[in-house]
């Protein structure tokens, strides 16, 4: 079935370092992928999404790099801050025909950064 | 904007009871798909609405059920509760029935005893 892992569970980093974060996705008909990011009792924030026909895409402080043919996401932060220590989740959505999007996560990445 | 927001913040139930769980969709989103997350998991996809019909589910049993209102707020039904069902409720609304940015609240905790 559909599934969504992550290579690192956790990673420390300095405040200021850049922070990647990876993804390994298996089913290689999904067409959307998004990152979110999950602090303590709060529901997923919305980081950055990517398309399929995409490779790279850039946000504020935020890259997300798409590798179809190995099936690999990653999330580059950079000049990371304390406050983008949390818990970080990658998604993908197959709609596979049907009308709606279903995204299926992966188990996430706690990210911690020390001043 | 008025963003996702869901009642109540915390429940607690008792084996076999029933649970309504609610879900207020960011303004301008017709669509509400609900989540479960178990501590340390990521969120697993139960269902979608749209329009006020059941858009998609999940591999969940029907004793998950749910409902969409004409103001796109949603509902979330849990009969004959079990212990397994302790966890984070997530519900999430998006702009449109197609897949698309989906924008969560702040979740339910659901302790079952």
């Known amino acids: 079935g559909e599934s969504v892992g992550l290579h690192l569970p956790t990673l420390s980093v300095q405040e200021g370092d850049n922070s990647i974060i990876n993804c390994a996705y298996s089913n290689s008909a999904s067409d959307y992928f998004i990152w979110y990011k999950q602090e303590s009792g709060k529901g997923p924030q919305f980081i950055i999404d990517i398309r399929s026909n995409m490779d790279k895409r850039q946000g504020q402080r935020v890259t997300v790099l798409l590798n179809k043919t190995v099936k690999h996401l990653s999330l580059q932060i950079a000049a990371t801050q304390p406050g983008d220590s949390a818990v970080y989740f990658c998604?993908?959505?197959?709609?596979?025909?049907?009308?709606?999007?279903?995204?299926?996560f992966g188990q996430g990445t706690i990210l911690t950064v020390h001043p | 904007e008025t963003g996702v927001t869901q009642s109540p913040t915390h429940l607690i139930k008792t084996r076999g009871q029933q649970v309504t769980l609610r879900c207020s969709s960011q303004s301008g989103h017709n669509t509400v798909s609900w989540y479960q997350q178990a501590l340390g998991q990521g969120p697993q996809f139960i269902f979608q609405?749209?329009?006020?019909?059941?858009?998609g589910r999940g591999n969940f049993p029907p004793r998950f059920s749910g409902l969409q209102f004409p103001n796109y707020s949603s509902e979330l039904n849990v009969n004959a509760l079990e212990l397994d069902d302790s966890a984070l409720y997530l519900c999430?609304?998006?702009?449109?029935?197609?897949?698309?940015?989906?924008?969560f609240g702040p979740g339910t905790r659901l302790t079952v005893t």
């Open positions: 999430a609304s998006s702009a449109q029935g197609l897949q698309g940015e989906q924008y």
């Open positions: 998604a993908e959505n197959y709609a596979g025909g049907t009308s709606y999007g279903k995204l299926t």
């Open positions: 609405y749209y329009r006020e019909e059941e858009n």
